[in-house]
């Protein structure tokens, strides 16, 4: 059996909640399109993003620890999946619609610089007089400027909702700038849950490949409210070693302690609003998606944690500061000499300017790309 565009989107009536936001119901694109013939928009716009080289190149950049570190750590890509898989979880849960969910998780990191938020820092720094820059702003340019993939309008057409989600993309590290997308309106709930599940899966994650590194250890985490209750769920002992097995169980459990708890918090509040619709959600003057006052305490006091134990750690904070130099070498060399620029990014710097042209290619760059071209520029024994 085929099921038409039309019958997916009265299958999104019927089992959506009321401030589920229908794909039908879409503000539309900025340049008008033929829709699919068995996709919704939402489902088109995801594969829309799937297939950009922007999201291919998040494999090679950095979450926390730098590709080359091993192979077995997280970059933004498989963060992106992972925020993307938590998110489709929640959204279903709550009867929000997966297909807008799910894409807003994996657009809101492709305009992430090379080497995580030390790339971040350095371009800010740089660009402060030319514009600035973020990565919100940065994927937002990407989807809707930069990727050059069909003939008839630059970016990628992407529906309103989900350009929405992008722009009002929040968490500890992420300001929204909404100016031009109904900023007196808060956030869809299906953009609300994109941001809270970022932020679900950097903590936990994050916490993983902390303790596969080594970098941090399960002693250090003696005390932290979460960690404690999550090793009594498991029936893992203080005095115990942490295997890898072990080590999968805990992370697993505390996804699934988080997940719980979310999607009962959003639910109370939900209940509590009595909305009707999507709009009467964006109306509200709180965010609905969020933990519970005990599970945002206990978030708090682990986001600490790893900030000081395991971001501020000394070989964290080695290769930022030698990421924040690749950075800034790379973008002098450019400006001083936009000759040294590849042909046809020089042919860029009339219509965008020498420094946002220099930000755009650099922000663009993975890792190793970046450590490749600063000893391409500065090492006279790589060839150019």
């Known amino acids: 059996m085929i099921y038409s565009r039309q019958q997916l989107e009265e299958l999104e009536d019927q089992t959506l909640a009321p401030y589920g936001i229908r794909s039908k119901n879409s503000k539309g694109r900025k340049y008008p399109e033929e829709e699919a ?11 829309r993003i799937i297939h ?14 730098i590709n080359h570190e091993g192979d077995y750590y997280r970059t933004r890509l498989t963060h992106s999946i992972e925020v993307a898989q938590i998110g489709r979880s929640v959204a279903r849960t709550l009867g929000a619609n997966e297909d807008l969910v799910e894409t807003i998780c994996l657009a809101h990191d492709i305009g992430h610089p090379p080497f995580g938020h030390s790339g971040e820092t350095a371009l800010a720094r740089l660009m ?33 909702e989900v350009l929405e989600g992008m722009v009002k993309h929040e968490t500890d590290y992420d300001i929204a700038d909404a100016q031009d997308y109904d900023p007196e309106l808060r956030g869809s709930l299906e953009a609300q849950i994109a941001n809270v599940a970022d932020e679900l899966a950097y903590t ?29 769920s498991i029936g893992r002992r203080r005095s115990e070693t942490l295997d890898d097995l072990s080590r999968h169980q805990i992370i697993r459990r505390l996804i699934n302690f988080e997940i719980t708890d979310l999607v009962q918090s959003i639910d109370r509040y939900l209940r509590k609003s009595s909305v009707n619709s999507a709009l009467d959600l964006q109306k509200l003057p709180f965010n609905v998606a969020g933990f519970s006052e005990d599970m945002y305490r206990r978030n ?27 950075v800034t070498d790379i973008f002098n060399m450019y400006q001083k000499t936009p000759s040294a620029l590849p042909e046809a990014v020089q042919e860029l710097i009339p219509q965008r300017g020498l420094e946002r042209t220099i930000c ?9 790309f970046a450590i490749d071209e600063h000893s391409r520029l500065f090492d006279a024994q790589t060839l150019p």
């Open 37 to 47: 013939d068995f996709r919704t928009r939402f489902q088109r716009d995801r594969e």
């Open 52 to 65: 950009t080289t922007a999201f291919r190149r998040l494999e090679y950049k950095t979450q926390v620890f």
């Open 128 to 160: 402060k007089e030319h514009g600035g820059f973020d990565h919100n702003r940065q994927s937002l340019r990407i989807v809707t400027e930069l990727e050059n993939r069909y003939p008839d309008f630059p970016g990628l057409n992407l529906s309103w």
């Open 204 to 232: 936990s994650h994050d916490l993983d490949d902390g303790l596969r590194s080594g970098m941090i250890t399960p002693s250090q985490l003696d005390g932290i409210a979460l960690w404690e209750i999550i090793n009594e």
């Open 300 to 326: 708090r006091e682990l986001k600490d944690f790893l900030f000081n134990k395991l971001y501020r750690h000394h070989r964290v904070v080695r290769m930022s500061v030698k990421s924040e130099k690749i």
């Open 360 to 368: 755009d290619y650099i922000a663009g760059m993975t890792d190793r």
